[in-house]
């Protein structure tokens, strides 16, 4: 079950923020003022949701309390496109301006639960905004899961393993030969482009590279 701290000063919304989240079955906490949100980070939330406006220490400043492994979703009726930088910039890992969608708002919870789940030590491999949650075989970018094939998954976690070298189609093969011994060297080729392209559909961040000559790389900050 995840544990959600919501940080409102609005009665009525963080009402409606709480019976939402609990609808989904996570544990809800709230807090009213900054500085309440700030006592509040000792119940070990998996995630906060604050306005930036408020009583007592505002976001911005309570921002810098939270342990940076803790999502943080700005809430606000601040809608400047500065305002959204300097908090992502600052930490948040999403912000959502008032009114909002109570839909997309949860979608925007799971993703960064997912995400933050998916990056804990010793259960991922990541490239830039790419996640890879070696436990359950699943893969993020940008919070949203990319839907693999086994030989995909196994060829993608090769690549992100190899840190951006490049690695050749044949040693490719080598590498995944046990999980997918039906991949050939013929196939690879038409593998890969089937992973470019549902990457594509997620994000317009290219992340594998083909070498001519050699093979294939992650591009981006592995």
């Known amino acids: 079950m995840s544990r959600i701290l919501?940080?409102?000063?609005?009665?009525d919304i963080g009402a409606v923020l709480q019976r939402e989240l609990e609808k989904d079955g996570m544990e809800v906490f709230r807090a009213v003022t900054g500085t309440e949100g700030r006592m509040m980070l000792a119940n070990s939330p998996d995630?906060?949701?604050m306005d930036l406006m408020l009583p007592g220490l505002t976001g911005e400043e309570l921002l810098t309390h939270i342990p940076k492994?803790?999502?943080?979703?700005?809430v606000s009726a601040r809608s400047s496109v500065d305002d959204k930088v300097s908090?992502?910039?600052?930490?948040?890992?999403?912000y959502i301006t008032k009114p909002f969608d109570i839909k997309e708002l949860k979608a925007r919870v799971g993703a960064a639960l997912r995400t933050a789940e998916a990056r804990k030590p010793g259960t991922c491999l990541t490239c830039g905004e790419m996640v890879i949650d070696t436990d359950k075989h699943e893969v993020y970018i940008e919070g949203k899961e990319?839907?693999?094939?086994?030989?995909?998954?196994?060829?993608l976690k090769m690549l992100v393993s190899g840190g951006g070298?490049?690695?050749?189609?044949?040693?490719l093969l080598d590498l995944i030969s046990s999980d997918t011994p039906d991949c050939t060297e013929s196939s690879v080729k038409v593998h890969i482009s089937n992973l470019r392209k549902k990457i594509k559909d997620l994000t317009d961040t290219e992340y594998i590279e083909a070498v001519w000559g050699i093979g294939f790389k992650l591009k981006g900050d592995s």
């Open 69 to 74: 492994e803790i999502p943080v979703i700005a």
């Open 146 to 155: 990319l839907k693999l094939t086994r030989t995909e998954y196994a060829i």
């Open 6 to 11: 919501i940080v409102e000063d609005d009665e």
């Open 87 to 94: 908090l992502l910039t600052s930490g948040c890992v999403d």
């Open 47 to 49: 995630l906060v949701l």
């Open 165 to 171: 070298r490049v690695i050749s189609k044949s040693e």
